[in-house]
């Protein structure tokens, strides 16, 4: 069984405090068990507890390792989907191996974030990634940014691999040729659209490489994290 994970700035300290103290004192880890400690960047410490509060964990380094970033970078451009499913998308995402989240207002995007509320929004979607990263055991935390218009969109990709599912594409997500690195390199964006789906104006707007992922047409939340696995599957980063 996998070591439960912990966030600390430091691994190698052996400490934890704040948040996740009280996170480890919650799960009822106590003297003689064994943590990994992780900082997000992909430093990790294996951790033998000595004593555990709600306030300090303190314990002893047994065995440290930095985990390599996964190539090709993969970030995903999610479509805001309605609130009781956004966390559902960013869990999924996460547990897929994504390395970044950028939240995009779409034209068809239902949930719309006012600017009186993105940043709260985007809080929440960082609070899940996080949560869901220390359950799927990653060393390396994926960052959320702050969400974007389909304008804005357009020029964080520009001259850059884009691929965008979509039912209607002619070409398989199976078909392509990831490990060319004239054609990807070593970041790609990968675009899943609200659950109206994505219209040609803003295909022909975002000049995206348009890819299918089967015969079945899937949800918003669920999509990203099957396209994520299946670029997993095709390239190195599995």
């Known amino acids: 069984m996998s070591l439960p994970y912990f966030y600390a700035a430091q ?38 507890v000595r004593d555990c509060s709600r306030d300090r ?17 993969v970030t995903l451009v999610q479509a805001v989907p309605k609130s009781e499913r956004a966390e559902l998308a960013v869990d999924l995402a996460v547990q897929g191996g994504a390395d970044a989240i950028i939240p995009w207002i779409s034209h068809r995007t239902i949930a719309r974030w006012g600017s009186d509320k993105q940043a709260k929004q985007v809080q929440k979607w ?43 594409a002619t070409d398989s997500i199976k ?7 004239d054609d990807f390199g070593d970041e790609i964006f990968l675009i899943v659209g609200p659950e109206g789906g994505i219209g040609q104006d803003e295909l022909d707007l975002l000049g995206a490489h348009p890819v299918r992922m089967g015969p079945q047409v899937l949800r918003t939340a669920s999509a990203g994290f099957a396209a994520l696995c299946a670029i997993g599957a095709l390239t190195s980063r599995w």
């Open 126 to 168: 960082q609070n899940q990634a996080a949560a869901s990263a220390k359950q799927s055991r990653r060393a390396w935390l994926p960052e959320v940014h702050d969400a974007v218009t389909t304008n804005q969109l357009k020029d964080l990709i520009a001259d850059k691999p884009a691929v965008v599912l979509h039912e209607d």
């Open 11 to 48: 691994p190698s300290s052996g400490e934890l405090d704040g948040a996740e103290a009280k996170h480890a004192h919650v799960k009822r880890i106590g003297p003689g068990e064994h943590i990994m400690l992780v900082d997000g960047h992909g430093n990790a410490a294996e951790v033998v």
């Open 175 to 181: 078909d392509l040729n990831f490990g060319d690195h």
């Open 57 to 73: 964990v303190v314990g002893d380094v047994v065995a440290e390792h930095t985990e390599a970033a996964p190539t090709p970078r």
